[in-house]
């Protein structure tokens, strides 16, 4: 049994094709909800270029969920659009 939050991000495509798995990267995220417009932010660190390459380009798709201490999933952002990325 881990002892720690797991942060659980996955990034697919327009077709539902894993582009990216950021299970064991470093991860911050800051996610509002707000009526009629939700929003966040996502911090993926430690990337290489050619992986920030396929998630600057297409349609992309966040989906952020979480773990504590090795239990249940918290779905946190389900298929947030990527609108911007560096």
């Known amino acids: 049994m881990s002892l ?5 991000l996955t990034v697919h495509d327009q077709n539902d ?17 707000v009526d009629g417009f939700s929003r966040a932010t996502f911090k993926i660190f430690n990337l290489n270029d050619e992986t ?25 952002a389900n298929k947030y659009y990527v609108s911007n990325a560096y």
């Open 52 to 76: 920030v390459k396929n998630i600057m380009t297409g349609e992309r798709y966040v989906t952020v969920s979480t773990r504590l201490h090795g239990r249940n999933d918290f779905l946190v």
């Open 4 to 8: 720690k939050q797991e942060v659980i």
């Open 17 to 33: 094709v894993l582009v990216l798995d950021a299970t064991g990267l470093r991860v911050d995220f800051d996610v509002r909800f």
